[in-house]
């Protein structure tokens, strides 16, 4: 029985499961006379089978082939393992011997993270592999949980409430620990101000950007709709797309009623493509929008966005059925750590910092008081 542990990144041997498995075979009282030898980098198993660990990410279609033959795959923490490394271990590993009736197995554990992971997608998604078993196993179904966990789940249930289905019962991460708007988030889902919104026909719609790239290593392109009624922010709907033409943003605009919305740009959107040699804020404006491009605020600029967003929160309220992607991605925004130093580098710049810099930027022009037009005197001020 020739078996892999794999994970997506693995440093060191000290990073994999090997001393688990060597834990375990010593409570079972397992030595070489069983066949089990412990090696450095390997654990030999009976009638010369091996237990390897490996890392995944830096294989290659071609390295990956010295898996084949194996009998077994675990992919532990696996819902850190990337589409790629599952596009290339599921053909590779898969085999069958009919004479001899063997075949081999994929096994994969982890806890739930974000529901586009790849192994969420190809496990718990519509389309699961034919002949697969998944297995949900929580603290509920332990029955040797120890008392010392059960009070720990029922802190966490009375100190953290947003990080409970998470950690305890299996759901996704909406909110991680640390992350900039965990506090806001929580606050809003208490009060009821994430639920149905509708928007006020007598209102403009206003499109927040956080501009993208074409290709597939581009940036995403992410848009808030929101209005502006009053005190209060009407959330109405969120955007998100991978590497496609400022087109397909306009289309996505029309075809939900966005059509008149006034744009607002960050300061790059007055930038003229590399390629197209045509800025967003040039692009837009010949498509019949009206747009402003919101200058840009400095070397504090990402600070300034997140405690804008933090003082506006209280005044949002979030259409849920469409906002959702964009509330994951405020939920997960976070802060950069140098955990040898213990400081903070700033915000994490990825898959959710464009989501938030677009919500950002929705709050700062906001809070940008606005001279009223031919007003009489300088300092009336207005707020839009």
Request: net charge negative; with cysteine; glycine share 10%.
């Amino acid at each position: 029985m020739r078996a892999i542990c794999g994970r997506e990144i693995q440093k060191s041997l000290k990073d994999s499961a090997k001393h688990l498995i060597e834990t375990k075979i010593n409570e079972f009282g397992l030595g070489e006379a069983d066949g089990f030898k412990v090696f450095k980098d390997v654990i030999q198993t009976p009638k010369d089978g091996q237990i390897v660990f490996q890392g995944l990410q830096d294989h290659t279609t071609d390295s990956i082939k010295s898996f084949e033959g194996f009998h077994r795959f675990w992919g532990e923490e696996a819902h850190s393992i990337s589409a790629r490394s599952v596009g290339l271990i599921r053909p590779t590993i898969r085999w069958e011997n009919v004479r001899l009736g063997l075949q081999s197995e994929l096994w994969w554990s982890w806890n739930p993270l974000r529901k586009v992971d790849a192994v969420d997608v190809m496990l718990r998604g519509g389309n699961r592999p034919t002949g697969a078993k998944v297995v949900r196993a929580n603290w509920s179904d332990n029955p040797w949980f120890p008392a010392v966990l059960e009070q720990e789940r029922l802190d966490c249930l009375r100190n953290t409430p947003d990080q409970y289905d998470h950690i305890w019962e299996g759901g996704y991460a909406t909110i991680i620990e640390g992350a900039y708007y965990a506090d806001c988030l929580a606050r809003a889902r208490a009060e009821g101000r994430v639920c149905f919104v509708a928007p006020d026909p007598l209102m403009a719609y206003r499109a927040f950007f956080d501009i993208g790239g074409t290709g597939a290593k581009a940036d995403a392109c992410a848009i808030w709709i929101a209005q502006f009624v009053g005190q209060e922010i009407k959330v109405l709907n969120y955007y998100e797309a991978v590497g496609q033409p400022l087109a397909t943003h306009v289309q996505w605009l029309r075809k939900n009623g966005y059509g008149g919305a006034e744009i607002y740009l960050p300061h790059d959107g007055a930038t003229n493509d590399r390629v197209f040699d045509v800025s967003y804020e040039s692009a837009l404006t010949e498509a019949g929008f009206s747009v402003t491009v919101v200058p840009n605020q400095g070397k504090g600029a990402a600070a300034a966005r997140i405690e804008a967003m933090r003082r506006r929160f209280p005044a949002m309220r979030f259409n849920e059925s469409t906002t959702q992607a964009g509330l994951d991605a405020l939920g997960w925004y976070h802060e950069k750590k140098d955990d040898e130093r213990l400081i903070g580098l700033g915000p994490e710049h990825d898959w959710s910092s464009h989501g938030a810099d677009a919500g950002g930027l929705m709050a700062v022009v906001y809070e940008e008081p606005r001279e009223r037009p031919n007003a009489p005197e300088p300092d009336d001020d207005w707020i839009v």
